[in-house]
């Protein structure tokens, strides 16, 4: 850890208490720092919380003791329900002239990816990120409908998918889930572990006319679609049980073009066939759309493609649509940068850091997610220790008398506890694994916050 004893009272605020988040924190706090860690939703946790997949208690349970431990130190100040950004609560701009010598952001990507197709606007499209977030009971996703029909349309071969899939045959028992996705089954982005969740529900028939079918393109660039086929099929071996009669579907080699729709309802998703190619000069091969279109009948379609950061957070973007970093940092990390940048001034902005997957979005799970923010509090202790005079010791009494006037309930550690023991006990009252309030207005109510 950088030595930074000449900067202890330099207050630092970290905005998200997701992994990447907490454990900054606890690193900044333990190095002598006063810390505000700034979160916009109630609990703590982020997608360790909100987006782990709804059943799996005991890692969420794990990460929850976890993150108790990391809030023990008195130099950690807790403070949720507060958004951050442009349009929130408080801007960038307000933290520094509230006197935080340094700021670090790990808001994860709270935005979305949609491909731009015709029909993105019919009932019963929606980006997986809604319906994880509705499942896990983040408000307000958890108090707004998601209707789906019967047949399910993924767009999309990652681990996000399979959530979907998983959540679409075990909780909704639908009758139909098709993947499809723009390359070949070699490609798939899931593991056999998460694959196993919905193994049991796989059309085996439908599989092995895929890979027939994409054989021969597979071949083309050196891909092999038996490894393929039987690395999708060892998930058999250790599938959940099977307790719906949905029929599971991969297809490949085919991109969406267009959702298809009558009287504002989702009825069909629109694919072109694709082929794979190489790349000159190496690499992944690239996927080509051959001219030729088929329709897969559907009522649902799900994007599950990935997330990106939000842009009117108020960090300018680069020319990938992330935040941009210092092209040549001065405080590195492993060699990556976590310094805020303006392409447009060409500059640093000054005491700002990124971190986590508001550094590099949907990067890693929980353990990289960790070790990014780590990554990013010593950056900041690196800044720190060589800018001695940044900031004001008094920043964080600033920031409660700014609170103070903003009219809303501002939820501290006191409060957090309170709540983590109340749902503590409603869950042992109701005999349940774990308890979790789906509104916001519960939550404040059963801590006495109005």
Not at 42 to 62: D, P
Not at 237 to 246: F, L, Q
Not at 311 to 326: I, N, R, Y
Not at 412 to 431: M, S, V, Y
Request: charged residues 25%; proline residues 4%; glycine residues 12%.
């Amino acid at each position: 850890m950088t030595d930074n004893a000449n900067a202890h009272n330099q207050a630092v605020a970290v905005i998200g208490a997701g992994p990447a988040g907490l454990y900054a924190a606890r690193l900044l706090a333990e190095a002598g720092h006063p810390v505000a860690l700034l979160n916009r939703d109630i609990k703590l946790g982020g997608l360790a919380e909100y987006g782990i997949f709804h059943n799996k208690h005991k890692m969420k349970n794990g990460l929850r003791k976890q993150f108790r431990g990391l809030m023990e130190s008195d130099n950690l100040h807790y403070f949720g329900n507060l958004v951050v950004g442009n349009a929130g609560d408080l801007t960038l701009d307000d933290l520094r002239g509230l006197g935080f010598a340094a700021v670090l952001v790990t808001v994860g990507a709270q935005g979305t990816k949609w491909l731009g197709l015709e029909g993105e606007d019919l009932r019963g499209v929606y980006h997986a990120k809604d319906i994880v977030y509705h499942y896990n009971q983040l408000p307000p996703y958890a108090e707004q409908e998601y209707p789906f029909g019967r047949r399910v349309a993924l767009v999309g071969v990652g681990n996000v998918m399979i959530d979907i899939a998983n959540y679409c045959i075990h909780d909704l028992k639908v009758d139909e889930v098709t993947a499809a996705a723009r390359r070949g089954p070699a490609d798939v982005k899931f593991t056999k572990k998460e694959m196993s969740l919905v193994a049991a529900n796989l059309d085996l028939a439908h599989l092995e006319s895929e890979i027939e079918r994409s054989r021969a393109v597979l071949a083309s660039v050196g891909q092999d679609p038996d490894a393929a086929k039987a690395f999708i099929l060892s998930a058999l071996d250790k599938a959940e049980p099977k307790d719906s009669e949905t029929v599971f579907r991969l297809d490949f080699l085919a991109s969406p073009t267009r959702i298809l729709g009558e009287g504002g309802q989702v009825t069909g998703l629109e694919v072109e066939e694709t082929t794979l190619e190489p790349r000159p000069g190496g690499g992944e091969s690239k996927s080509v759309g051959l001219g030729t279109h088929r329709i897969i009948a559907c009522d649902t379609v799900v994007f599950c493609i990935g997330d990106r950061v939000d842009a009117s957070f108020g960090l300018p973007l680069d020319k990938w649509q992330e935040f941009a970093k210092h092209p040549e940092p001065r405080y590195p990390r492993e060699g990556w940068s976590y310094e805020a940048w303006d392409p447009q001034t060409g500059q640093a902005i000054e005491g700002t850091f990124v971190a986590g997957w508001a550094r590099e979005a949907s990067s890693g799970l929980v353990g990289t997610a960790r070790k990014d923010g780590e990554n990013g509090g010593e950056a900041v202790l690196h800044y720190l220790a060589t800018t001695p005079t940044a900031g004001n010791p008094g920043a964080l009494a600033a920031l409660e008398a700014r609170l103070n006037g903003l009219g809303k309930p501002v939820v501290r550690k006191p409060d957090w506890q309170r709540l983590e023991e109340f749902e503590a006990r409603q869950a042992a009252e109701k005999g349940l694994e774990f308890f979790k309030f789906s509104s916001n207005a519960e939550m404040l109510a059963a801590i006495g916050l109005k």
